[in-house]
């Protein structure tokens, strides 16, 4: 029998002995894609119950059936971490997405602020997300919001949760991020920054630390990773 390679997202509960149907899509890309036939092995995952091995027992051109064989990971979901950020051009949201996925987010929550002219396609990027958990062997896909504006969402938010945000003001004056361990979430702009507004606001809020990636304006896209990294090997799973 051939080794599994193919690790593939599934909305569906995974347990030993459990039968998964797939849907159109699923099984064109097994079956006519990726050329599986009865017998092959796969990897599933659903988000919650961890990995398991399963095996192709019906192979159609349209649907097909899978059986969950033997468990093999366990659910590795990622420390509470948000990252709430600006939509931007679609291939630059796309790769905040997906390295928000890699690099260990929670939630990811788009924000409309002052300065935010871009569009996204909210399906396009959940979509996104699984693509990225199926390749980094992740077992945990973070779920992605609606777009809420920016003055909504802090109207509304839990002091507990703090927010390490991404201040392109501070440029060039240090910033160490103060450990302090417990819910968390990074926030980052746009390509046109934050609005004179939402600086007061911001700066307002007890629950935000502003920090510093550094002396020089890094695109937003670059600033989610960076940003994410620091809080990662600060106060997250890196450790
Ligand atoms: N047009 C703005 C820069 C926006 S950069 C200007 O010229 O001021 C997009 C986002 O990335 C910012 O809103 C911020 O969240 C983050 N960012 C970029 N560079 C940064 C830096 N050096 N320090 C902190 N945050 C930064």
Redesign the pocket.
């Known amino acids: 029998m051939t080794e599994a390679k193919i690790r593939l997202y599934v909305d569906q509960a995974l347990a030993a002995g459990q039968p998964v149907a797939l849907d159109e899509a699923q099984a064109n890309y097994l079956f006519n894609v990726m050329r599986l036939v009865v017998g092959s092995r796969v990897k599933l995952f659903n988000g919650r119950d961890g990995e398991w091995l399963a095996v192709v027992e019906h192979a159609a051109k349209r649907n097909g059936i899978l059986r969950c064989t033997a468990h093999s990971a366990a659910l590795v979901a990622p420390p509470d971490l948000w990252l709430l950020f600006?939509p931007?051009k679609k291939a630059r949201t796309d790769f905040i997405v997906e390295k928000a996925v890699e690099l260990g987010a929670a939630r990811l929550i788009p924000v409309q602020?002052r300065?935010t002219n871009e569009r996204m396609r909210e399906d396009k990027l959940r979509a996104h997300a699984v693509e990225a958990a199926e390749q980094c062997e992740a077992t945990y896909v973070p779920p992605l919001d609606d777009l809420i504006p920016l003055d909504k969402l802090l109207a509304g938010w839990d002091p507990a949760r703090r927010i390490l945000?991404?201040?392109?003001?501070?440029?060039?004056r240090a910033a160490l991020l103060q450990a302090a361990p417990g819910p968390w979430a990074v926030?980052?702009?746009?390509?046109?920054?934050?609005s004179p507004e939402e600086r007061i606001k911001l700066s307002g809020m007890p629950c935000v630390t502003?920090?510093?990636?550094?002396?020089?304006?890094?695109?937003?896209d670059?600033?989610?990773v960076?940003?994410l990294t620091i809080w990662q090997t600060t106060l997250g799973d890196w450790l």
């Open positions: 600006a931007i602020t300065f945000w991404a201040d392109e003001g501070l440029q060039g926030l980052i702009g746009p390509e046109g920054g934050f502003p920090i510093s990636l550094g002396p020089r304006i890094l695109r937003a670059t600033a989610a960076a940003a």
